[in-house]
């Protein structure tokens, strides 16, 4: 087993320039053999790799030991990466680790770091410490570390940190990383207090990528804030500690949250040259609740094929969340409750099989504009789902969808889904309301019964009628006591007339209204139906005149003329001719 490394003094040899320092003469003395080599290294800020070549022996995370040979101490890390030796000339010193066990506690609390940081396959024997430490890029990859304490730390550029295990956890609260954060492939397994990532507060200025990351325990961003998209495709997200696996309450991004699959590379075994390889797709899993609570994000929430695995207790909350699109078609949960309380969304994306059952889901106060399913989710289903999703009858959620078809062009929907809201409402009423309210809302039958009440009064009117004609026909002449008979017989007749006219009317209106018409062709019904109204009361004036003119000895008035102002089979109104203008040609001057 050796060192792999360039180092030395190749540089000053070529370039023909001697300074001090470029000499091993500075190596302090009390260096062990693998810490003098990356000593060299850091300098010429090449590669250190101590790796054997065996990949189950230089695997960080199993169980071989790695000898003196393979370890630096910790606080010689500190001393290069703090307070280093100069770099060789025409060279920038970095410290590039690759299969080197690090022995005691890397502390770098409050430190200012220059030198690039880039360890690979490394193992950690203590927890690494670097709150409030300013570093321009460091790159952990593979690496196994007891437990990262990095709180306000502050990266210029990338903090990477892809397959690395962290078995006492990982905190980056209020950490400010000026690019991108990393974690695809990690593995983090939950503290004393049951938490497994703790990026309270921290500010990403790009991405957030965990892709595949293995979450052992509550992963927690709290007011956290992502310049552009936080990816946790194919992750597995497990805490049955706590009720929650997902705690981001607040959380914004920029733009898009991944709870989506991914499709990662795996090598076949076959006869070709090179070996093959095939794609495997990976859910995105979560074992315990998810909070997003009063979250903010620029494109969409994507929770597409999602397998939520919940007890009765948890819930996936969205309440108050903001987002233009929320892809909702995950595996139905068997369990727990998904809340979209006072949600505001642009677009619903979503499939029916994706909803759980009665109770399960809780939408008071959600908004959304748009209704994009996946697949077929017919208006009936959608009723169901609006049932399920109200244990108790709410007038917002039927508001929401009748104004969602409404603005799409659907009225006959709209209209279904008020008759199903005035249903649900009358759920709690008596049985003899119930009934009533049941065969108003049936399209054509009040037609029926405005029809029937009227003849029910014509016929109270006919028998009225009936016995003051015997009477009069009985009499020589006509008493004042026969006044009163005579009276409620001609108002019988005359409220029958309007009140089956006014019913009349009023079918018609609820009968075009249940058949889908828009609104300005009931208004224009209306219209019509009113000025008919005026002219058969105009009518009906000029037959009691005539009749009152009959009973006088006088003859019948003239019929009016047509009105010229009126243009036949039009409603407008043509201008009056001027004096001596009948043609309508121009006057000559006088």
């Not at 492939?185 to 939950?190: C, F, G, I, P, S």
């Not at 016995?467 to 009069?472: E, P, R, Y």
């Not at 209106?509 to 019509?528: H, P, T």
């Not at 005026?534 to 009749?547: F, L, S, T, V």
Request: with cysteine; aromatic share 6%; net charge negative.
């Amino acid at each position: 087993m050796g060192a792999h490394s360039d180092v030395g003094g190749e540089g000053n040899a070529t370039m023909g320039i001697a300074k001090p320092g470029d000499n091993d003469d500075d190596l302090p003395d009390w260096l062990t053999a693998a810490e003098v080599g990356m000593w060299r290294a850091f300098r010429n800020g090449s590669v250190y790799d101590l790796s054997s070549g065996d990949t189950v022996v230089d695997d960080p995370h199993g169980g071989h030991l790695w000898g003196p040979e393979r370890t630096v101490r910790a606080r010689m890390v500190c001393w290069l990466l703090l307070d280093g030796p100069p770099a060789l000339a025409g060279r920038v010193s970095s410290l590039k680790l690759t299969g080197v066990r690090i022995s005691g506690s890397l502390d770098l609390a409050g430190g200012s770091v220059t030198p690039y940081v880039e360890l690979r396959d490394c193992r950690f024997e203590q927890e690494v410490l670097l709150p409030e430490a300013r570093f321009k890029t460091v790159r952990l990859v593979n690496c196994s570390v007891p437990r990262l304490e990095a709180a306000r730390v502050h990266t210029e550029g990338d903090l990477h940190l892809p397959r690395c295990r962290f078995l006492g956890g990982a905190r980056l609260t209020d950490a400010q990383i000026g690019t991108d954060l990393l974690l695809n492939q990690a593995v983090v397994h939950r503290d004393r207090r049951g938490k497994s990532l703790i990026g309270d507060g921290m500010t990403v200025g790009q991405d957030l990528q965990a892709e595949m990351l293995v979450s052992y325990g509550e992963l927690s961003l709290r007011g956290a804030k992502v310049g552009v998209s936080l990816s946790l495709r194919g992750s597995r997200l497990v805490n049955p500690y706590g009720p929650q696996a997902l705690n981001a309450p607040q959380l914004t991004v920029g733009r898009t949250l991944y709870l989506t699959p991914t499709g990662h590379v795996y090598p076949v075994q076959t006869s070709e040259l090179p070996p093959a390889r095939g794609t495997q797709v990976q859910r995105f899993e979560c074992q315990g609740g998810i909070r997003l609570d009063d979250g903010r994000f620029g494109d969409a929430v994507d929770f597409e094929q999602a397998r939520l695995i919940l007890h009765d207790d948890q819930e996936v909350s969205l309440r108050r969340v903001q987002t233009p699109e929320l892809r909702f078609t995950v595996e139905r949960p068997e369990r727990g409750t998904i809340v979209l309380s006072g949600m505001r969304v642009g677009n619903l994306v979503d499939r029916s099989a994706s909803w759980p059952g009665p109770g399960q889901v809780l939408i008071d106060g959600f908004v959304y504009d748009n209704l994009m399913p996946v697949g077929s989710f017919p208006l009936e289903e959608r009723l169901a789902w609006l049932a399920d999703a109200t244990s108790e009858y709410s007038s917002q959620p039927y508001e929401q969808l009748a104004a969602t078809y409404r603005r799409t062009g659907d009225d006959h929907a709209a209209s279904r889904v008020r008759r199903a809201q005035r249903r649900r409402l009358r759920a709690d009423l008596p049985w003899p309301r119930r009934a009533w309210h049941a065969l108003r809302d049936v399209p054509g039958i009040s037609v029926t019964l405005w029809a029937i009440i009227v003849i029910a009064l014509l016929v109270v009117a006919w028998l009225s009628t009936r016995a003051v004609l015997q009477d009069i026909s009985n009499s020589a002449e006509l008493g004042p006591s026969d006044a009163p008979p005579v009276v409620v017989a001609i108002v019988s007749v005359i409220t029958a007339s309007g009140v089956l006219i006014g019913g009349i009317l009023n079918g018609l209106a609820k009968f075009v209204r249940a058949r889908g018409q828009n609104a300005s062709d009931i208004v224009q019904a209306r219209g019509q139906a009113d000025a008919d109204l005026i002219r058969a009361q105009a009518e009906m004036r000029r037959a009691e005149a005539d009749i009152l003119r009959a009973h006088a000895g006088l003859p019948p008035a003239e019929p009016l003329p047509p009105d010229p102002s009126i243009t036949p089979g039009t409603d407008r109104i043509a201008p009056p001719a001027r004096s001596g203008d009948e043609d309508g040609a121009a006057l000559s001057p006088p």
